[in-house]
């Protein structure tokens, strides 16, 4: 195989590559989606992500954040988020 440019073949890795941000929110959102209306803490939430991706808390916390098709709220000093299923 022969590649003129190889500027080039680096541009198709790149394009093909997922950023951290999206991998984590796709992650959430499987689990989420299979378990629909049941809150989890965040905290746990960020012990089952992290079994399949490696990442920092705070960039966790900030992909979380980004996210607005899940539920998120605080009850008792703890910080849950859902995924709401309506039948």
């Known amino acids: 195989v022969y590649c003129e440019n190889l500027s080039d073949l680096e541009k198709i890795?790149?394009?093909d590559k997922k950023c951290?941000?999206?991998q984590i929110q796709s992650a959430i959102?499987?689990?989420l989606n299979k378990n629909p209306n049941i809150p989890?803490?965040?905290g746990n939430l960020y012990?089952?992500?992290l079994k399949n991706i490696s990442c920092s808390k705070p960039i966790y916390y900030h992909s979380l954040s980004k996210m607005e098709d899940i539920v998120q709220y605080?009850?008792?000093g703890n910080y849950y988020?859902?995924?709401k299923v309506e039948n």
């Open 40 to 42: 989890i803490t965040k």
């Open 47 to 49: 012990k089952i992500i």
């Open 74 to 76: 605080q009850e008792d």
């Open 20 to 22: 951290l941000r999206d």
């Open 13 to 15: 890795k790149q394009r």
């Open 81 to 83: 988020v859902m995924s």
């Open 29 to 31: 959102k499987v689990y």
